[in-house]
């Protein structure tokens, strides 16, 4: 072979490995873009969580389920299990209440509103007892206003406003005396809700995008409400706020990364500490449980399941403060936070949640199990 010819091969193959190389880099950019919790993750998942996501989606009738686990802020890994795009958006019912909860501690930070101001001196439409509740007994399904059972809220057309969704449910009488019973899944949050509009002169959409989704890069996260589909997000006035999200795995780990880290996310605070603190402390102990929803049956789990603010306490310490936190919806999205191994995640999925709740028990057993054998993360 002549020169001018081992030249030519030589430059061949040296074109081709570039071309390789290039492609190989233009892939990891798009991975990296598009999926950046798997492009951060940093140990493949333990073989017997991903036999137990099988399990769900052969037996429990789950189509598909994406699991986020993090440890101390950084991802650990992502499984996508089942028919379930990277970028599904679904509905997370019940798991909204713990992103309803932080817009509130927001706007309270700010000075415009009080955890324990009685919401008669806003809004004058609530009279006698009704009068003194305040937003802590609103966050916490202790202001007397009875439970989910009655969907008062779920109902309501989410074309109203949220002052007049409040209206309409000063106007029922109270079950209970504020701050005496525990039921959860009251319509109360509505009123939170109206609240914060009044507050702030803004939509609670706008309010939660400028304060929680923006700074987080939440960008598949709206509010609607979940028995009023069809209706158009720019018509939604009224949206549910104990169960109305949608959202994607990402944003929700987004979310759940702020609150594990004190209230900061890439060095930006969202909430501050204190907030964060306020919204995991029990808020019902001595007071009667009254009403648990389907699922709720954990507290087989967790024997001394207690509610902070917008959120479960599945263990706490003995000044009240949560260990292990979580606010788990209907519909089978379940996310957690446990503060003393610095874990947390989400189970991401469309299913009714106790046809999965041992399951997802299991796996978070799993998680722990797993989490506890790994080096500690830098």
């Known amino acids: 072979m002549s020169d001018f010819e081992n030249r030519r091969v030589f430059f061949s193959r040296s074109l081709l490995w570039n071309l390789l190389l290039i492609s190989l880099a233009v892939a990891c950019f798009i991975a990296a873009v598009f999926f950046p919790v798997i492009a951060n993750a940093a140990i493949s998942a333990p073989p017997a969580l991903v036999d137990r996501l099988r399990k769900m989606t052969r037996d429990d009738g789950v189509s598909g389920i994406t699991v986020l686990v993090f440890l101390r802020g950084q991802l650990l890994y992502r499984v996508d299990e089942g028919r379930i795009a990277p970028d599904a958006q679904l509905p997370i019912a019940s798991a909204s209440k713990w992103m309803a909860a932080a817009l509130v501690m927001k706007v309270v930070e700010e000075g415009k509103l009080s955890l324990d101001e009685p919401i008669g001196r806003r809004l004058p439409e609530f009279t006698g007892a009704a009068a003194g509740i305040t937003l802590r007994q609103i966050l916490s399904f202790t202001s007397g206003q009875g439970g989910l059972a009655g969907l008062t809220d779920v109902r309501q057309d989410p074309r109203i406003s949220l002052a007049e969704s409040a ?13 005496t019973v525990f039921k959860y899944g009251s319509p109360a949050l509505q009123i939170a809700g109206a609240l914060v509009e009044q507050a702030t002169g803004e939509s609670w ?7 929680i989704a923006q700074p987080l890069g939440m960008t598949h996260t ?3 409400n979940p028995l009023w589909p069809n209706v158009p997000l720019s018509d939604v006035h009224n949206p549910n706020l104990q169960g109305g999200v949608s959202t994607t795995a990402e944003d929700y780990g987004k979310f759940l990364t702020m609150l594990a880290q004190g209230g900061t996310y890439r060095d930006r605070t969202i909430l501050t500490s204190a907030s964060v603190a306020a919204m995991e402390t029990v808020q019902t102990r001595g007071l009667k449980m009254a009403f648990v929803p389907p699922g709720g049956e954990r507290a087989g789990e967790h024997a ?12 706490a310490d003995a000044k009240d403060g949560c260990i292990v936190a979580s606010s788990p919806g209907a519909l089978g999205t379940y996310p957690w936070i446990d503060r ?8 991401f999925m469309r299913r009714r949640l106790p046809l999965v709740e041992k399951d997802i028990q299991e796996a978070r057993r799993i998680i722990e199990r797993s989490a506890a054998a790994e080096p500690v993360l830098p």
Do not use: M
């Not at 209206?167 to 701050?179: C, K, T």
């Open 304 to 315: 001394d399941l207690q509610y902070n603010l917008g959120n479960w306490c599945e263990t």
């Open 222 to 224: 709206v509010w609607s």
């Open 205 to 211: 959409a706008q309010a939660f995008d400028e304060r």
């Open 340 to 347: 003393k191994n610095g874990l947390y995640g989400i189970f």
């Open 167 to 179: 209206r309409q449910i000063a106007a029922l009488p109270l079950q209970d005396a504020p701050g």
